[in-house]
């Protein structure tokens, strides 16, 4: 059975043009250079052409992951969600209780996580460690170096 990916209606459009990018311009350049390829000869000596099929097949692979994420997508609105507790969706104000640092992450699907903007997935350690937690809580976060632990301190949506 397929699991779920939870997307923000940001991140549903951003996956749809992207898709629709590689689908459009990303198929054109890779029959661009395997036309290209085709014409200087031989193609059982040819590299370029080998490697223009070789960009093909993992064009059409990362489109196959695309769509089966995309088939699988749920929107959420943040309207219907409970700040109660820690869900997808949620930003999370954590205190590390050894450095007495806080810290405000933005929980969201694998597919929308960048560290650099604290979007963090829900699926690494650290949102595994978060969710269903509620302010005041502790949660413990497994990590190679050991456990840390984090006070919830806020929630929101």
Do not use: C, W
Request: glycine share 6%.
């Amino acid at each position: 059975m397929s699991k779920y990916t939870y997307l923000t209606q940001e991140g549903y459009d951003k996956l749809v043009a992207d898709l629709e990018e590689l689908k459009s311009t990303g198929r054109q350049n890779v029959a661009k250079a395997i036309a290209e390829a085709r014409e200087k000869g031989d193609l059982s000596e040819n590299a370029e052409y080998d490697a223009a099929k070789d960009a093909q097949g993992m064009l059409e692979l990362k489109i196959n992951e695309m769509e089966k994420t995309m088939a699988n997508a749920r929107v959420l609105d943040a309207s219907e969600l409970d700040d109660s507790a820690v869900t997808v969706l949620s930003k999370v104000t954590i205190k590390n209780r050894k450095t007495n640092k806080e810290m405000t992450y933005h929980l969201v699907s694998e597919t929308e996580a960048d560290l650099k903007t604290r979007k963090i997935s829900v699926t690494s350690p650290m949102g595994k460690g978060l969710l269903g937690k509620e302010r005041g809580e502790v949660a413990i976060v497994e990590t190679p170096r050991g456990n840390l632990e984090f006070e919830i301190i806020d929630i929101k949506i």
